[in-house]
């Protein structure tokens, strides 16, 4: 729902908030959460319960990209936030009513035994989602999804179970996206939303850019840095 109100959404009295939210849980999460609590970032990480074994891993480019086992995990996310994105990260459209619910309900209760929180969100595997899909989310109680269309605008979303982030981080225009956010003055609110998968800065060995973007964002008095349900919900 489109707030009626701009002046209800605020964020501890700021108006600008920035999130990020990164899929997949591969073993390059460790250095972008590093990067991520160097700065002061908060991110939403996006985890497949049941395949977190090194087995389950793919080589893009030559790079081989591992997910992570379950241990140590909660401490490596610790002061971010686990979402959903299925059990299996299946694409939830080519999946009938009854495997989409266990992909999502079981990876929920999976991801909620695993680090003892709620799990309030979801991201859809490979983007991919349709009304029906949509439905069985809502059902389920997600009460965000972020899907892979992009806004390149920082306006609040108007259906947050099937939102888009303002930019993927490869995306050619985020220089100019950063200025624009930190000179942003408006009584508007602005989100400000990033995502991608830490194993790109690895395989497209460009690192630098997510440390650029973070320390040109961190440290601004009128940012709020939060989670997507701190800044969504
Ligand atoms: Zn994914």
Request: aromatic share 12%.
């Amino acid at each position: 729902m489109l707030p009626l109100f701009y002046g209800d959404i605020m964020w501890n009295g700021k108006n600008k908030a920035l999130t990020f939210s990164y899929d997949d849980g591969v073993e390059m999460d460790r250095r972008l959460v590093e990067i991520f609590n160097e700065y002061g970032m908060r991110c939403t990480f996006n985890l497949n319960s049941g395949i977190m074994t090194p087995e389950s891993c793919w080589t893009n480019e030559g790079t081989v990209i591992k997910r992570m086992p379950p241990e140590g995990l909660p401490e490596l996310y610790r002061g971010h936030e686990i979402a959903a994105h299925c059990v299996t990260h299946a694409n939830l459209t080519e999946l009938d009513d009854e495997a989409v619910l266990h992909e999502l309900m079981d990876d929920k209760s999976a991801l909620e035994e695993l680090f003892g929180c709620r799990i309030r969100g979801m991201a859809y595997p490979y983007g991919a989602y349709d009304e029906r899909v949509l439905r069985i989310v809502e059902d389920c109680g997600f009460r965000f999804g972020r899907t892979v269309n992009d806004t390149h605008s920082f306006a609040f979303p108007e259906r947050l179970t099937a939102f888009g982030a303002t930019c993927h981080h490869r995306y050619g225009g985020l220089e100019e996206l950063v200025d624009k956010f930190i000179s942003y003055e408006s009584d508007e609110p602005a989100v400000f939303c990033i995502w991608g998968h830490s194993y790109e800065f690895t395989v497209n060995d460009n690192w630098e850019l997510i440390e650029q973007v973070c320390k040109r964002l961190s440290g601004r008095d009128d940012i709020f840095y939060g989670t997507n349900s701190e800044v969504y919900l």
